[in-house]
């Protein structure tokens, strides 16, 4: 089992930045694969960025790229999302989830998930 805590959400200004985290505890030896998802009212729970357990090699939707960058730090069991340049249509109830295999973008294939925080981008 393992158990995944984010943090670093609030509400910041269009063009400005936060940074989450992720704390994983619980099963979590070796290096899963670590991946954040975002949720805006009424809407689908969608692919934001997934990093690999090892490289490690990471992945983005198209609408981050360039803006948001995801890492870890496996010595402190963490990942983070930097994200940079936040517009209003970035507003969502942001997750994180791990999988034990390859990264991929549909939220079905993870199976922890931590409770998410809000992030509010106002205009």
């Known amino acids: 089992q393992v158990r995944l805590v984010e943090s670093g959400g609030g509400l910041v200004q269009a063009g400005g930045s936060l940074r989450l985290s992720c704390a994983a505890s619980?099963?979590?030896?070796?290096?899963?694969?670590m991946g954040w998802f975002r949720q805006a009212p009424a809407k689908e729970r969608e692919f934001v960025a997934a990093?690999?357990?090892?490289?490690?090699?990471?992945y983005y939707a198209d609408s981050v790229k360039g803006r948001f960058t995801i890492t870890r730090d496996n010595a402190k069991n963490t990942v983070y999302l930097q994200m940079n340049s936040l517009k209003p249509e970035d507003t969502a109830v942001y997750y994180c989830?791990?999988?034990?295999?390859?990264?991929?973008?549909?939220?079905?294939?993870?199976?922890?998930w931590g409770q998410g925080t809000q992030v509010t981008v106002s205009s």
């Open positions: 619980g099963r979590t030896f070796g290096s899963p694969v």
């Open positions: 990093i690999s357990g090892t490289g490690p090699v990471t």
């Open positions: 989830a791990s999988r034990w295999s390859i990264a991929t973008m549909s939220p079905a294939d993870y199976a922890y």
